[in-house]
């Protein structure tokens, strides 16, 4: 069985700060990794993935995240947070094998203030 | 490639009724899947399809649900006698499924039960 753990269902940073959102799962194989983004009453964009290889993957909107094995973590950062950005995120895990079905976590609301 | 598409994008209507939504994946994806998103949460699984076939169901899935892919292309998902906690986002979502099977997400059909 898979899990998600999103820490913090809302986050708040400013204008031009960094941007950590946190994201654990569990799993019981190596599994692939998402983080998407969804804007008010709009479906989800993917933002990145991890499937195997470079832990560290870059997405859209020069947002990036970390797979680290030993932690079990895969943390969503971007350096400087722009108005836009405002949104909720979700991470998500999916197991290779099978449909590869996706399991999401509750999600973290961004909110940036100017 | 325009994307997925539900419609309709709104549905109100009263307990006890029946509803139908509409999923057009994109052309060349042959794997669908529906979610249901509640206020603060993730979106959480509720059938798949590989081509027509139907090969999973959550237990989510209730004998007032149903879903169908005729000749494999777009999708419909029907509530019989709808109850208030069917109130919710439907979100549908297609693949390729090949590679990592990355899901592109439509922007959601929310209804409303009065």
């Known amino acids: 069985a898979q899990s998600v753990t999103q820490l913090g269902s809302h986050v708040s940073v400013s204008e031009g700060a960094l941007v950590l959102l946190r994201c654990n799962y569990s799993?019981?194989?190596?599994?692939?990794l998402f983080w998407y983004v969804q804007y008010p009453n709009q479906g989800l964009q993917l933002l990145l993935k991890?499937?195997?290889?470079?832990?560290l993957v870059k997405g859209i909107n020069g947002f990036e995240a970390e797979f680290k094995k030993s932690e079990t973590s895969f943390h969503l950062t971007k350096p400087s947070a722009h108005m836009s950005d405002a949104a909720e995120y979700f991470c998500?895990?999916?197991?290779?094998?099978?449909?590869?079905?996706?399991?999401f976590g509750t999600g973290t609301k961004l909110q940036v203030i100017p | 490639d325009t994307g997925v598409s539900q419609d309709p994008r709104h549905k109100i209507t009263k307990r006890g009724q029946n509803v139908t939504f509409r999923c057009d994946p994109i052309?060349?994806?042959?794997?669908l899947y529906w979610y249901r998103q509640t206020l603060g949460q993730g979106p959480e699984f509720l059938t798949y399809?590989?081509?027509?076939?139907?090969?999973?169901k959550s237990r989510l899935l209730s004998d007032r649900f149903s879903a169908e892919r005729p000749k494999g292309s777009f999708s419909t998902l029907e509530i019989q006698r709808t109850e208030q906690g069917d109130s919710a986002m439907y979100l549908c979502?297609?693949?390729?499924?090949?590679?990592?099977?990355?899901?592109?997400f439509g922007p959601g059909t929310r209804l409303t039960v009065t």
């Open positions: 052309s060349e994806h042959n794997r």
């Open positions: 991890y499937t195997t290889g470079a832990t």
């Open positions: 399809f590989q081509n027509e076939a139907q090969l999973e």
């Open positions: 979502a297609s693949s390729t499924g090949t590679g990592v099977w990355e899901q592109y």
């Open positions: 799993s019981s194989v190596p599994p692939y």
């Open positions: 998500a895990v999916s197991d290779p094998g099978g449909y590869q079905k996706v399991t």
